[in-house]
């Protein structure tokens, strides 16, 4: 759950903070009062696209941090794998996100402090924080919608990625068999240029590595008699009778000794002119040794400079660093293989596609069939909390089909049928508002309103199901699993449907934490908290303010909602009414 939110130059929102809690927490205020910057602020939490739009005239930057609580043990794999946590840690945790957006349009991310990439949080977010709106509503109406909203009812998804690697893992392999088949047409030529490769390479012989340890012996072979002159230099400073270092330190200490002599405090400054003596000596003589040694050789620097063009033309033709080369050696190597005996290869790389294939189509046909069993049980969830929401007598139905595909390869019973990374199915929503109509596709049939409350039906049906495997896990029965965010998805209805919705999100509530945006006195009364967004003017400055309202303060909002600007006592009474009622609905944490 979302535990704080803190904003700061996001448009009006200027300065920001807001501790939440578990429950229903309801959003009201008037338009254009900031309601959906707050939505906005959620949603970069989320994982959306930043917009440098939304920085706050005269700010550097914007910044919305939240802080999570989560027990979910693929939070902390996430964090792990992205190496922001320990691996192998369990139980109730935190971690905090933040996101800033500069002016210029420049985004930085930060988990717990460290800096993330993207989409590190794109994977994290979806087990923390979602967002439904309008735009998500629309979503339903997305074809792949349908059969993730099925997976994630029927806990399918781990499954349904497991398809989806096959499915990869298969499409590797077949197309490594499209490249051998291929190779069937230009063989003999191909062979000869494969062989021709192989030979200038193998006759080379490189080694990895060789560049750089033969680049530093051709310095040295090369710099030897400038090395020798001022090796040479070197020991004349060190050594001769005029003006060496050695003479001159030794000249001092016999002074020091004489002086010792005569005043014994001069004892310390003799023992450092041993040292120094010392010292100087072992510089010459390693020096000197090293002067000694150094002879050049012209043949063994012509023998490298020859073998370090060899590996240059190498690299020129076959990859740009040895490494590459050696690589491309092996490829060939095994082309050269294949083509030997091209036949044989083809067998063994349509031996490898098929028993790839074999395993993607069992694990697929038995995702087909768990999404079958799990399909009615979403559509009587879904029409049980439809009715809730003042679709009395709707009908909502999840269809899972398949297409069938004369030339497939894959063969489902006795149909040979579409497939993919997604498997086999396509999974469609088919909802009939009205008693005596036939279900017809969602995108046909739902207006605006409608489809908001078929979204709330559906994240309900959703919420209900993933709250009782994580009873069945042994975590928190009831408690919250993720964050949801509700941007006026009461929008389009009123009156009985309206207090209906109310109940419902504060039924969701009992599983999830809530946060719902509304227009409505109705929705606002079912909440568990009252926040209210509204603008004021300071400095000649617009800034919008998010106040945490005590029960009067719920009342003159509410009322509000109710009346308008002009507030009556009629509406305050009103409001309270709502708000008893609200009352009388069981907690949403009990």
Excluded at 494 to 501: I, R
Excluded at 505 to 528: C, F, S, W
């Amino acid at each position: 759950m979302l535990s704080t939110l803190r904003v700061r130059d996001l448009a009006v929102l200027e300065d920001v903070d807001v501790a939440l809690d578990t429950g229903l927490t309801v959003l009201t205020g008037e338009t254009g009062a900031g309601k959906s910057l707050v939505v906005d602020a959620l949603s970069l939490l989320s994982g959306e696209r930043s917009d440098a739009a939304l920085v706050r005239g005269g700010a550097e930057r914007l910044v919305v941090e939240g802080s999570f609580e989560f027990d979910d043990p693929a939070v902390a794999e996430s964090l792990a794998a992205a190496g922001l946590r320990e691996p192998g840690v369990r139980g109730p945790s935190e971690v905090v996100v933040r996101r800033e957006v500069a002016a210029s349009g420049k985004g930085r991310l930060f988990i717990d402090g460290s800096p993330a990439a993207l989409r590190t949080l794109a994977e994290l977010a979806p087990r923390l924080l979602v967002l439904y709106g309008q735009a998500e509503a629309r979503e339903l109406l997305d074809p792949a919608a349908p059969r993730e909203l099925l997976d994630r009812f029927g806990a399918l998804s781990e499954r349904a990625a497991e398809v989806g690697r096959l499915h990869a893992a298969w499409k590797e392999k077949d197309s490594d068999r499209e490249r051998i088949a291929a190779l069937g047409r230009d063989g003999p030529a191909r062979l000869e240029v494969l062989e021709f490769r192989i030979g200038e390479i193998d006759r080379a012989g490189p080694v990895a590595g060789e560049e750089e340890v033969l680049g530093r012996e051709k310095v040295a072979l090369s710099s030897v008699e400038k090395r020798g002159r001022l090796l040479a230099d070197a020991v004349a400073a060190l050594e001769s009778d005029d003006g060496g270092a050695l003479p001159a330190l030794t000249a001092l200490r016999r002074t020091f000794v004489a002086l010792a002599e005569v005043d014994p405090e001069a004892s310390s400054r003799l023992a450092i002119a041993d040292e120094l003596i010392e010292r100087v000596s072992d510089v010459a003589a390693s020096t000197s040794r090293e002067l000694e040694r150094l002879e050049a050789d012209p043949a063994r620097l012509a023998t490298v400079v020859e073998r370090l063009d060899v590996l240059a033309k190498l690299r020129r033709k076959y990859g740009s660093t040895l490494e590459e080369v050696l690589s491309y050696r092996q490829a060939v190597g095994r082309e050269r293989d294949e083509l030997a005996d091209l036949e044989g290869a083809l067998r063994k790389a349509e031996k490898a596609a098929g028993e790839v294939f074999a395993t993607y189509r069992t694990a697929a046909l038995e995702l087909s069939a768990a999404r079958t069993a799990a399909a009615p049980r979403l559509g009587k969830a879904v029409e049980k909390h439809l009715s809730d929401l003042a679709f009395l007598s709707s009908s909502f139905r999840v269809d899972v089909s398949r297409k069938g595909v004369p030339d497939s390869p894959f063969l489902a019973g006795e149909e040979h049928v579409a497939f993919g990374p997604h498997g086999l199915d396509a999974v469609t929503l088919a909802f009939a508002p009205n008693p005596g109509e036939p279900p017809r596709p969602l995108a046909k049939i739902a207006s605006g309103g409608e489809l908001s409350r078929v979204q709330l039906g559906v994240a309900a049906a959703l919420a209900e199901a993933e709250a009782g495997r994580v009873g069945k896990r042994g975590s928190r029965r009831g408690g919250p699993v993720r964050t949801f965010v509700f941007d006026e998805v009461d929008a389009g209805v009123s009156g009985a449907t309206a207090e209906a919705v109310g109940r419902k999100l504060k039924t969701l509530a009992a599983h999830e934490q809530i946060l719902v945006v509304t227009h409505l006195p109705q929705v606002a009364a079912a909440g568990d908290r009252h926040l209210s967004v509204r603008k004021e003017v300071s400095g000649g400055r617009t800034r919008t303010v998010v106040t945490d309202l005590d029960e009067k303060g719920r009342v003159e909002a509410i009322a509000a909602l109710l009346a308008g600007a002009s507030l009556t006592d009629a509406a305050r009474r009103q409001a309270r009414q709502l708000l008893a009622a609200a009352a009388e609905t069981p907690s949403s944490r009990g």
